[in-house]
Nanobody, 116 residues
Framework: QVQLVESGGGLVQPGGSLRLSCAAS????????MGWYRQAPGKQRELVAS???????NYADSVAGRFTISRDNAKNTVYLQMNSLKPEDSADYYC??????????WGKGTLVTVSS
C-alpha cells in the first residue's frame, strides 16, 4: 500500500523558514516524479514545485528563488525548503508521487500558516 506522509508544517512569521518533508513507502521511490502542491481556502490546488526522477526541478513563479525542492532516494523522502515566507504562502501543502499521467498518489497534507 502506497503511503505519502507529509510533516514539517506549522505557524511561522513572515520572512521565516520551514522545511517540509514527505516520506514515501510502498512504492519504488526512485522511479517517481515528485511534487509539492498547495491549496488555500477557496482556491484551487496549485503546483508549487516538482522534481523528476532524474533530479530536474520546476517551480511556480510565485515561489521561485524562495523555495527549494530536493529528494533523497536512499530515504524515500522529498523535501521542500521554504524561505522568506509570505502570508500568501499559507495553505495546506500536499505531496504527490507520479509515475505517469494516470498513476499517481497523494499525501494527506500538512498545514502551513504564515502570520505575525
Amino acid at each position: 500500500q502506497v503511503q505519502l506522509v507529509e510533516s514539517g508544517g506549522g505557524l511561522v512569521q513572515p520572512g521565516g523558514s520551514l522545511r517540509l518533508s514527505c516520506a514515501a513507502s510502498g512504492l519504488i521511490f526512485r522511479v517517481y516524479d515528485m511534487g509539492w502542491y498547495r491549496q488555500a481556502p477557496g482556491k484551487q490546488r496549485e503546483l508549487v514545485a516538482s522534481i523528476t526522477k532524474g533530479g530536474s526541478t520546476n517551480y511556480a513563479d510565485s515561489v521561485a528563488g524562495r523555495f527549494t525542492i530536493s529528494r533523497d532516494n536512499a530515504k524515500n523522502t522529498v523535501y521542500l525548503q521554504m524561505n522568506s515566507l509570505k502570508p500568501e504562502d499559507s495553505a495546506d501543502y500536499y505531496c504527490n508521487a507520479a509515475l505517469s499521467s494516470w498513476v499517481d498518489y497523494w499525501g494527506k497534507g500538512t498545514l502551513v500558516t504564515v502570520s505575525s
